[in-house]
Each structure stands twice: as C-alpha cells, then as structure tokens.
Antibody, heavy 119, light 106 residues
Framework: EVQLLESGGGLVQPGGSLRLSCVAS????????MNWVRQAPGKGLEWVSV????????YYADSVKGRFTISRDNSKNTLDLQMNSLRAEDTAVYYC????????????WGQGTLVTVSS | DIQMTQSPSTLSASVGDRVTITCRASQTISGWLAWYQQKPGKAPKLLISEASTIVSGAPSRFSGSGSGTEFTLTISSLQPDDFATYYCQQYHNYYTFGQGTKLEIQ
C-alpha cells in the first residue's frame, strides 16, 4: 500500500523558515518524480514544485521560485521542502504527491500538513 | 503559463442526475489532462488521466472526454458519495489546476 506521510508544518512568522518532510512507502520511491502541492484555506489547489526521480532536475511555481527548495533522499525514501522568506500568502495545507516518469498526474497524495504564516 | 478555467464553479444536482463539468485550457494541451475529486478535509483523489482514462478503482459512472483546449468530466448517474469538489489539471507544461467545481446536493 502506497503511503505518503508529511510532517513539519506549524506556525511561523512572516520572513521565517520552515522545512517540510514526506516519508514514502509502498512503492519504489527512487523511480518516480515527486511533487508538493498546496491549498490555502477555502481555496483551490496550487502546484508548488516537482523533483525528478534522481533529484537532478527541479521546477518551481513562479510564486515560490527563489524562496523554496525541493530535495529528496532516495536512500531514506524522503522528500523535503525547505521554505524560506515565508509570506502570509504561503499559508496553506501542503501535500506531498507521487508523480510518474515525467510530467504525469498525481496518483497518490499524503494527508497534508498545515503551514500558517502569521505574526 | 497555461491557465485552466472550469465551469460552472458550483453545480447543484440530485441523486441520479447526469452532470457535466467543463474545463478549458488557455492553449492546447493535447490530451494531457487529469480530473481529481476532493472531499472536505481530505486529499484529492485522481479519477481520470489523459483526458479519458479512468484510473483503477474509480467508479465507471465517471467519464472524461476532450482534447486540445476543451475537456469535460461527466458523471452518468450521481450517487450520494459523488458530492464533492472536482478539479481539472493540465500536465502538458508543468502543472496547472482549474479553480474547482463544487458539486452540491440540490
């Protein structure tokens, strides 16, 4: 059974940093691209970032480019999102999602972790 | 950037109804479109990929069609479990979601 378990969310002040993690199990983690998707309270879904299977290629939404960094450790089956210079508009539930071999839809999602940016 | 526009934003319907949700892309995305279902407080679930391929485990009353810039999700006979919010997503060039369609009980 595929499982994605996020952690690291919480309350942070504007301008602060937070690191999210996702532990994957139930599939060959090193073979798939992984993504972060977020959802602000009461709003729709926004793709944040993708990392390819090896970790060599990453892409970001314009809204987070230069502030967020996605990374993975295939030896530990973990996906991370380092978030710096956080803004109020980054407040959202952040989901870890499993992709495919390239740009593919997200067939598995974690339960999400809430990040709140507020003073 | 590719923009995705869903219509309607809200849809009221009854159990047994046939409903259709439309998704339009700002430029051609070929058939690289997915549909997701999300219930309150839960993560989205993938229903359809490549515009019309229903994923394993999704009920057969769901179907998708379209290519290029115009796509539809159809539920042939609404069941109580189908009342949720539906999102389209393009994956032709990075990823973009539509704004969502909330399917409500009439």
């Amino acid at each position: 059974e595929v499982q994605l378990l996020e952690s690291g969310g919480g309350l942070v002040q504007p301008g602060g940093s937070l690191r999210l993690s996702c532990v994957a199990s139930g599939f060959t983690f090193r073979a798939y691209a992984m993504n972060w998707v977020r959802q602000a309270p009461g709003k729709g879904l926004e793709w944040v970032s993708v990392i390819n299977f090896s970790g060599e290629t990453t892409y970001y939404a314009d809204s987070v480019k230069g502030r967020f960094t996605i990374s993975r450790d295939n030896s530990k089956n973990t996906l991370d999102l380092q978030m710096n210079s956080l803004r109020a508009e980054d407040t959202a539930v952040y989901y870890c999602t499993k992709g495919g071999g390239g740009f593919q839809p997200f067939d598995y999602w974690g339960q999400g972790t809430l990040v709140t940016v507020s003073s | 950037d590719i923009q995705m526009t869903q219509s309607p934003s809200t849809l009221s319907a009854s159990v047994g109804d046939r409903v259709t949700i439309t998704c339009r892309a700002s430029q051609t995305i070929s058939g690289w479109l997915a549909w997701y279902q999300q219930k309150p407080g839960k993560a989205p679930k993938l229903l359809i990929s490549e515009a019309s391929t229903i994923v394993s485990g999704a009920p057969s009353r769901f179907s998708g069609s379209g290519s290029g810039t115009e796509f539809t999700l159809t539920i042939s006979s609404l069941q109580p479990d189908d009342f949720a919010t539906y999102y389209c997503q393009q994956y032709h060039n990075y990823y973009t979601f539509g704004q969502g369609t909330k399917l409500e009980i009439q």
